[in-house]
């Protein structure tokens, strides 16, 4: 059946049936010249042309003029029901919370940034609303001191050692005291041992 | 159709996997409207032709990783839309036929008149085409469609449809004649068609 007209195959049918590709520009250059000089000789088959364009114009009508969103929503609708709910964690990544999640990021860098370079660098020592405490050095010798001493004697005797006091005197003429060279702690005692100044002189930390 | 590059193609997929709205709005934008004018060749029903449409996009986009990139995304998505208009004909009666139309009588009015749509305003003849494309054989449809939407040369779109050349050439000529048939008929004119 279908093949019937083709097989007609008179000059004037080969031509009508080139038509389509004639009209969207397929067709051999050769062929568009036979079909031009066909139509340029034949108002009917002008007609059929323009009948054709019609044919394709309404087509097209369809997909062209449909917004290109129409019916979106459905299909979102569709795909979120057919999905597990997302972990809240999970959801940050989602586009909708993108934003929101790089915000915070971003945020939390600067933040960390302005902490490390702007703040001052942590103390020795403890420190207390920003405010820091020295702590003192627990004392190297603990010396008893005469009770007849002079305290002029007695202070250019232990500058003279190094020697810096660190709690003291108390009631029984005792003094604590470090050393600016710890390592020398011996030597320093048996130093000030011999002293006329000094009643007794004791080590309290291992050199 | 209009085709975004694979890459892209399968980098929205993959955003769309991650419940990228943006990216699946972005997707549906370019191929819904072209996927519905292929669907709407197809089918005789606005409505079925936007059930389909919907239908082909979620399936393609719920099943993102069977597209290998290796063909078009529309041919893909085209294959998907065939298998769904198959499922959608048998669940319907019938197709729309031209009753009393037949290609043999058709093919004696050769030089028929095919001024019948200057009776037309250019608004109603787009309508009145249409209506009477819904009521051809689903392969003149097709044929209508590979050659008028997408502008497929005679072997490009006689190879789409898996048929010979002259084949098509018939049922695109058929087409018109039928298409014409029913304008006349839908006008109530006499002049047109005469019968052997």
Same mark, same amino acid.
């Not at chain 2, 519905?36 to 393609?60: H, N, P």
């Given at each position: *059946?279908?093949?019937?007209?083709?097989?007609k195959?008179?000059?004037?049918?080969?031509?009508?049936?080139l038509?389509?590709f004639? #009209?969207?520009?397929?067709?051999?250059p050769?062929?568009?010249?036979?079909?031009?000089?066909w139509?340029a000789?034949?108002?009917?088959?002008r007609q059929?042309?323009q009948?054709?364009?019609a044919?394709?114009?309404a087509v097209r009508?369809p997909?062209?003029a449909?917004?290109?969103?129409?019916?979106?929503?459905i299909?979102?609708?569709r795909?979120?029901?057919?999905?597990?709910?997302?972990?809240?964690?999970?959801?940050?990544?989602?586009a909708?919370w993108?934003?929101?999640?790089? *915000?915070?990021?971003? #945020?939390?860098?600067?933040?960390l940034?302005?902490?490390?370079?702007?703040?001052?660098?942590?103390?020795?020592?403890?420190v207390?609303?920003?405010?820091v405490?020295?702590v003192a050095?627990?004392?190297?010798?603990?010396?008893?001191?005469r009770?007849?001493?002079?305290?002029?004697d007695?202070a250019?005797?232990?500058?003279?050692?190094?020697?810096?006091?660190?709690?003291?005197?108390?009631v029984?003429g005792e003094?604590?005291?470090?050393?600016?060279e710890?390592?020398?702690a011996?030597?320093?005692?048996?130093?000030l041992a011999?002293?006329?100044?000094?009643?007794?002189? /004791?080590? #309290?930390?291992?050199? | *159709? $209009?085709?975004?590059?694979?890459?892209?193609?399968?980098?929205?997929l993959?955003?769309i996997?991650?419940?990228?709205?943006?990216?699946?709005?972005?997707?549906?934008?370019v191929?819904?409207? $072209?996927?519905?004018g292929?669907v709407?060749?197809?089918v005789?029903s606005?409505?079925?032709?936007?059930e389909?449409?919907i239908?082909?996009?979620?399936?393609a986009?719920?099943?993102?990783?069977?597209?290998n990139?290796l063909s078009?995304?529309?041919?893909?998505?085209?294959?998907?839309?065939?298998?769904?208009?198959? $499922?959608?004909?048998h669940?319907?009666?019938?197709?729309?036929? /031209?009753?009393g139309i037949?290609?043999?009588?058709?093919? $004696?009015?050769l030089?028929g008149?095919?001024?019948?749509?200057?009776?037309?305003?250019?608004?109603?003849?787009?309508?009145?085409?249409?209506?009477?494309?819904d009521?051809?054989?689903?392969?003149?449809?097709?044929?209508?469609?590979?050659?008028a939407?997408e502008?497929?040369?005679?072997?490009?779109?006689s190879?789409? /449809?898996?048929?010979p050349?002259?084949?098509?050439k018939?049922?695109?000529f058929h087409?018109?004649?039928r298409?014409?048939?029913c304008l006349?008929?839908?006008?109530?004119?006499?002049?047109?068609?005469e019968?052997?």
């Amino acid at each position: *059946m279908e093949s019937s007209v083709v097989e007609k195959n008179t000059e004037e049918q080969r031509l009508r049936l080139l038509l389509p590709f004639y #009209l969207n520009n397929t067709v051999a250059p050769a062929q568009r010249a036979e079909i031009d000089a066909w139509l340029a000789t034949d108002a009917a088959a002008r007609q059929e042309l323009q009948f054709l364009r019609a044919l394709t114009a309404a087509v097209r009508q369809p997909g062209s003029a449909r917004a290109p969103l129409r019916g979106y929503e459905i299909l979102a609708a569709r795909l979120s029901a057919g999905r597990p709910a997302l972990s809240w964690w999970r959801r940050l990544g989602t586009a909708r919370w993108a934003p929101v999640t790089a *915000m915070a990021a971003l #945020l939390l860098s600067v933040q960390l940034g302005w902490n490390y370079w702007r703040l001052p660098e942590p103390a020795d020592g403890v420190v207390y609303r920003g405010v820091v405490a020295r702590v003192a050095r627990a004392a190297d010798l603990k010396l008893v001191v005469r009770r007849d001493a002079r305290f002029a004697d007695l202070a250019e005797l232990l500058a003279r050692n190094g020697c810096h006091v660190v709690w003291g005197p108390s009631v029984s003429g005792e003094l604590w005291v470090v050393l600016d060279e710890p390592a020398t702690a011996e030597a320093t005692r048996r130093q000030l041992a011999r002293s006329p100044l000094i009643e007794d002189a /004791m080590l #309290l930390a291992a050199p | *159709m $209009q085709n975004l590059p694979r890459t892209e193609v399968k980098n929205l997929l993959n955003r769309i996997a991650d419940r990228d709205d943006q990216a699946s709005r972005r997707l549906y934008a370019v191929y819904q409207p $072209q996927l519905f004018g292929y669907v709407r060749c197809r089918v005789w029903s606005d409505e079925a032709a936007e059930e389909i449409t919907i239908d082909s996009l979620f399936i393609a986009f719920d099943k993102h990783a069977a597209y290998n990139g290796l063909s078009e995304f529309s041919t893909w998505l085209c294959g998907i839309a065939n298998k769904r208009i198959l $499922q959608w004909r048998h669940g319907v009666a019938a197709e729309p036929r /031209m009753v009393g139309i037949d290609d043999d009588e058709l093919d $004696q009015a050769l030089g028929g008149d095919w001024d019948v749509l200057s009776r037309l305003e250019h608004d109603e003849a787009g309508l009145a085409i249409l209506a009477c494309i819904d009521k051809l054989p689903d392969g003149q449809r097709e044929a209508i469609y590979w050659t008028a939407v997408e502008d497929y040369g005679l072997a490009e779109a006689s190879r789409e /449809m898996a048929v010979p050349e002259g084949t098509l050439k018939s049922r695109l000529f058929h087409a018109r004649n039928r298409i014409r048939a029913c304008l006349e008929r839908a006008l109530g004119s006499d002049y047109g068609v005469e019968r052997g």
